[in-house]
């Protein structure tokens, strides 16, 4: 050392201190790096340096002199640098914010991975993969996780896996993704054990695997990452993939909770107040969620806002304007989704006076900024609120706006708007342009509809052959709603493709609506009663409609349009089409009124009466029925 300069001298400190300045930056991943453990002390300190100006924290009047003095230090032997003891808070001391460098930083960690430093190497994936102080560069992104991988750094896998998944600057391999997780988790990296966790709970590899998702989420917690207590958690709650388990889910949700994710501790506050999977206490789930509004910042005062403006949950608690004044409070501490609330209470006159003007031009200057569920939500407005702000031209430029940020839910919805006509001229092309998109970013709901489109509409004979094949290998892996739509090809057929095969169809919606499947049982109910001779049975069709008819009376009308159709074959002992309908008019459902109407005035089953049509009209049309119209008109 006695042969440094003084400004070597000056380097090598500098160095020594950045090499542990780094708390400004990201920390480092303990992770195993194979034949590559030990990184020279001058690509750490880029990989640092590199750091701190991707976090704003090098004055731009220092950057040369910092620069300088690194390059100077990279000409001595890495034999004369050592680890120093040095106090970060007095290194920090004193330096002011500026913004962040993204050039700087890349050339910086540039350097560091040239020098061997894979974390380096992921600093740079991470950020041309965000594209927030560098353009977004999704294959550089991609290049640079793999670099990183290579000199034997296991948590690139995982990153890589996520953007395998997601087809993000390589094509979606799920399998590759699936051997990426599985050699990180190997290798402890609890962030993989969780990934991997969801890889098998989304049915991605074929079909849902629950006990692989368990036993992988398990082993995340076992390594340190207590998200994993709340995924296992989740699991138990909805009960989707295995039989609910409140108890279960209770318990974990506590034990999440009490490791600092206040999600975790929301939702078991909640369910202490519902007493789901433990003994009612309203009074002590309440106060709860009262100790998170105080203590756990902008996201504690969202959730118990959240209590309060659900009658539901919060039942005599019920307070809207409490609610708006916690999201106000949240908003102002930064939470962007308390802010878009905020401004939709403004809107409705919900916990405050109505500003309607005020609450659409807080959701446009969100809009404006980016956030994409502000330019949705206007969609929502203009499209489905009230009457005199109802603009269809507007909800769909709203719309728009959302999906050119991104917003999957704006996409597919977009391709339903041109698919149905609603706000704009139906234009099945431009459907399957928005599906399409959402289906690349793996809506599989979007993917069904496109198939739907291209076999229906749009497609030559060999893309509808593809298409239905597609439809086949989602339905093969369980999607209900890939089930159903199998179900109906295979019950009309496809021209050139597949013949009609009604038993087909109806072992398919049997299948699915086991699943709990709505439309599948009214259809597989429609065949027993008025399909193919060898299918019927109509008291079995009768018995599916009518559980269904127990919580949505729209069912009432499927039957009694199913039973029409038998006419005379009915058996008698079934209800008759009349009934049907009435029971599903008395339930406010008008359409049922228009078939009544439609049966009295042509003598469906019953005698001709023009008197009973043009009551049961009126009553579809929502208007008073007059007294006197004449009998028997």
């Known amino acids: 050392m006695s042969g440094l300069t003084h400004s070597v001298e000056r380097s090598l400190y500098l160095l020594l201190a950045l090499a542990v300045w780094g708390s400004c930056g990201n920390a480092s991943e303990t992770v195993m790096r194979g034949p590559h453990d030990e990184i020279p002390p001058i690509a750490q300190a880029y990989r640092q340096l590199g750091d701190l100006y991707r976090n704003g924290r090098v004055p731009p009047n220092k950057a040369r002199d910092v620069e300088q003095?690194?390059?100077?230090?990279?000409?001595v032997s890495d034999d004369a640098l050592s680890v120093a003891v040095v106090d970060p808070a007095k290194l920090v001391e004193g330096a002011r914010e500026t913004q962040p460098d993204g050039p700087r930083a890349v050339s910086a960690y540039q350097v560091a991975g040239g020098l061997g430093d894979p974390e380096a190497l992921v600093r740079l994936g991470e950020l041309y993969r965000e594209g927030k102080v560098v353009p977004k560069d999704l294959r550089a992104a991609f290049s640079y996780f793999s670099q990183a991988r290579d000199l034997g750094y296991q948590s690139a896998r995982w990153r890589l896996a996520e953007m395998m998944l997601r087809g993000e600057g390589t094509a979606i391999d799920r399998q590759a993704a699936h051997v990426e997780l599985k050699l990180a988790a190997d290798a402890g990296v609890a962030t993989a054990m969780l990934l991997l966790g969801d890889l098998y709970a989304s049915g991605d590899l074929g079909s849902a695997d629950p006990d692989a998702a368990v036993s992988s989420w398990q082993q995340a917690v076992d390594a340190g990452e207590p998200i994993g207590l709340s995924r296992l958690a989740t699991l138990y709650d909805r009960g989707e993939?295995?039989?609910?388990?409140?108890?279960?889910?209770?318990?974990?949700?506590?034990?999440?909770?009490?490791?600092?994710?206040?999600?975790?501790?929301?939702?078991?506050?909640?369910?202490?107040?519902?007493?789901?999977?433990?003994a009612a206490d309203r009074a002590r789930g309440v106060a709860r969620l009262e100790t998170l509004g105080r203590t756990a910042g902008a996201e504690g005062k969202v959730a118990l806002a959240d209590f309060y403006s659900n009658r539901e949950q919060s039942g005599e608690s019920f307070n809207l304007q409490r609610a708006y004044e916690l999201y106000r409070a949240a908003a102002r501490q930064g939470s962007r989704s308390a802010e878009l609330r905020t401004a939709l209470m403004q809107i409705h006159g919900?916990?405050?006076?109505?500003?309607?003007?005020?609450?659409?031009?807080?959701?446009?200057?969100?809009?404006?900024?980016?956030?994409?569920p502000a330019a949705y939500s206007l969609g929502d407005l203009f499209a489905f609120g009230p009457a005199h702000l109802t603009d269809s031209k507007a909800a769909v430029a709203a719309y728009e706006q959302a999906h050119k940020m991104g917003d999957l839910r704006a996409t597919a919805l977009l391709g339903d708007i041109y698919s149905w006509g609603d706000l704009v001229a139906r234009d099945p092309d431009k459907a399957l342009e928005y599906y399409k998109i959402a289906a690349h970013n793996e809506d599989v709901v979007a993917r069904l509809k496109a198939d739907a489109l291209v076999i229906r509409e749009t497609g030559t004979q060999d893309e509808a052959r593809a298409a239905f094949e597609d439809v086949q290998k989602i339905a093969a892996s369980g999607l209900t709603e890939a089930?159903?739509?199998?179900?109906?090809?295979?019950?009309?057929?496809?021209?050139?493709?597949?013949?009609?095969?009604?038993?087909?169809?109806?072992?398919?919606?049997?299948?699915?609506?086991?699943?709990?499947?709505?439309?599948?049982?009214?259809?597989?109910?429609?065949?027993?009663?008025?399909?193919?001779?060898?299918?019927?049975?109509?008291?079995?069709?009768?018995?599916?409609?009518?559980?269904?008819?127990?919580?949505?009376?729209?069912?009432?009308?499927?039957?009694?349009?199913?039973?029409?159709?038998?006419?005379?074959?009915?058996?008698?002992?079934?209800?008759?089409?009349?009934?049907?309908?009435?029971?599903?008019?008395?339930?406010?459902?008008?359409?049922?009124?228009?078939?009544?109407?439609?049966?009295?005035?042509?003598?469906?089953?019953?005698?001709?009466?023009?008197?009973?049509?043009?009551?049961?009209?009126?009553?579809?049309?929502?208007?008073?029925?007059?007294?006197?119209?004449?009998?028997?008109?």
């Not at 003095?69 to 000409?75: A, I, K, M, P, S």
């Not at 459902?589 to 003598?603: E, N, P, V, W």
């Open 241 to 278: 993939l295995v039989p609910r388990d409140a108890e279960n889910a209770y318990r974990l949700f506590e034990e999440a909770g009490s490791k600092g994710d206040t999600h975790a501790a929301v939702r078991a506050a909640r369910m202490l107040v519902a007493g789901d999977g433990v």
């Open 69 to 75: 003095f690194l390059d100077e230090v990279r000409r």
């Open 483 to 633: 089930i159903v739509l199998f179900a109906d090809l295979t019950r009309t057929g496809i021209a050139g493709v597949a013949a009609p095969d009604e038993g087909a169809a109806l072992r398919s919606y049997l299948s699915a609506a086991q699943k709990g499947s709505r439309d599948a049982a009214l259809r597989a109910g429609e065949i027993f009663i008025a399909g193919e001779l060898r299918h019927r049975d109509p008291a079995r069709g009768a018995a599916l409609m009518l559980a269904i008819a127990k919580s949505d009376a729209s069912a009432f009308v499927s039957l009694g349009d199913a039973l029409l159709k038998i006419g005379a074959d009915r058996p008698d002992d079934l209800i008759t089409p009349v009934e049907a309908f009435e029971r599903a008019g008395a339930a406010g459902i008008s359409a049922a009124y228009l078939r009544l109407g439609d049966l009295y005035r042509d003598g469906t089953g019953v005698s001709v009466d023009g008197a009973k049509a043009a009551r049961y009209y009126l009553q579809a049309a929502g208007l008073p029925t007059p007294g006197d119209i004449p009998d028997g008109l």
């Open 350 to 372: 919900e916990g405050t006076a109505a500003r309607p003007e005020a609450g659409i031009s807080m959701l446009r200057a969100m809009a404006a900024e980016g956030y994409a």
